[in-house]
């Protein structure tokens, strides 16, 4: 799969003249720079805004060699199960889920209409862009700098909500290929469908019952969303990050790369690298769990690299509550002797908070 295109006219006026570009960019909103556009705009060195502090850099913080992230059957027998989920959420917050019943043509179709936006020309793209400071985040959109020594990543996005019905604006889902609806509708049920089993084995690994945690993540009105990242090819790859440091805020993330790996979990205060594993679905455990868990099952710190030829993609479908639910520790978790490690708050403060750096 190519992302080669010609360039645009505008991308060759920028690359010819970084006065013009910065003309251009400050020009109006619709032309933000995008970072697809810059990769493919001839570009040799990484811009600044890019450069990762050294501490950061991959060349100055390797993956550990010889370890690797648990990988999980779903076709074993529920109680070994339980145990393996529960052991891979304490000690991971991570793991890869096979026998899952999900089509690999079903994720090959999704993957296919999602790759078709990336390939509209820039100017279709933007009519989808989101606007997060009027509060659309559905759309299409690239992290900006809010100021000259704040780093962003190599990356472009097209972030929209799947579940529930009430919350799904398809006024903003891609157009361009007649599938795209249909098709990630179809994923959608089944990330629903892996959701369900996944929170059941989770609750009863905390010695609960199986419905605890969906329940507490409001059953039907739970949230699905999907992002799709695209990190182009990157001149640089060893100074820069496709996503930097971070856990996910959501519940639990379940997410399908292409064959292009990057993804890095930490664990033990090391990363460790997670290889393509063709049609598995990587599990990771967002904040919501660990707070309901009272730390029990741990949020997983994850970092992305990106590649010097090749466009990496992953969709990424968070599973949240909804924004007036309220979240903390289960009471059947906590006592004398185990009080509780998290304040209880909406989805909502926690989301305003994580946002904008401020304790939790
Ligand atoms: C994310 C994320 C990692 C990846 O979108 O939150 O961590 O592998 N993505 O793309
Ligand atoms: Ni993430």
Not at 167 to 187: D, L, S
Not at 274 to 298: C, M, R, T, W
Request: negative net charge.
């Amino acid at each position: 799969m190519s992302y080669e295109k010609p360039p645009t006219v505008l991308s060759l006026i920028r690359a010819q003249s970084p006065l013009c570009a910065v003309l251009f960019t400050n020009q109006k909103k619709m032309d933000m720079q995008r970072v697809q556009d810059l990769a493919f705009g001839g570009l040799k060195e990484l811009p600044e805004q890019f450069i990762r502090p050294a501490h950061e850099r991959p060349e100055n913080s390797k993956a550990m060699e010889g370890v690797s992230v648990p990988v999980i059957s779903l076709s074993q027998p529920h109680d070994v199960l339980v145990k393996q989920v529960a052991l891979a959420c304490q000690e991971w917050g991570f793991f890869l889920v096979t026998d899952h019943g999900l089509s690999p043509s079903l994720i090959q179709r999704l993957q296919e209409v999602g790759q078709e936006f990336f390939r509209l020309p820039q100017e279709e793209k933007e009519a989808y862009a989101n606007d997060a400071a009027t509060g659309k985040f559905e759309g299409y959109g690239t992290k900006m700098t809010k100021n000259s020594d704040e780093k962003v990543e190599w990356l472009d996005y097209f972030f929209h909500f799947m579940s529930p019905p009430s919350k799904v604006n398809y006024g903003i889902w891609p157009k361009n290929h007649p599938a795209y609806r249909e098709v990630t509708e179809e994923y959608n049920k089944e990330m629903v469908r892996i959701t369900d089993e996944l929170l059941e084995l989770q609750s009863e690994g905390l010695g609960l019952e199986g419905n605890v945690l969906k329940s507490s993540l409001r059953d039907e009105e739970m949230e699905v969303e999907m992002k799709i990242n695209m990190y182009p090819p990157c001149p640089q790859p060893q100074l820069a990050l496709g996503v930097e440091p971070h856990t996910d805020m959501s519940a639990l993330t379940l997410l399908v790369p292409n064959d292009v790996p990057g993804l890095q979990v930490s664990k033990d205060g090391n990363w460790i690298a997670v290889d393509y594993f063709p049609n598995a679905l990587f599990v990771h455990v967002g904040d919501q769990i660990e707070v309901l868990s009272n730390g029990k099952y741990k949020s997983v710190l994850h970092r992305s690299l990106v590649n010097k030829e090749r466009t990496r993609m992953s969709w990424a479908v968070f599973i949240a509550p909804p924004l007036e639910a309220t979240i903390g520790p289960l009471p059947q978790l906590v006592n004398d002797e185990n009080p509780p490690k998290y304040s209880t708050k909406t989805y909502a403060e926690y989301r305003y908070r994580k946002f904008n750096k401020l304790p939790q």
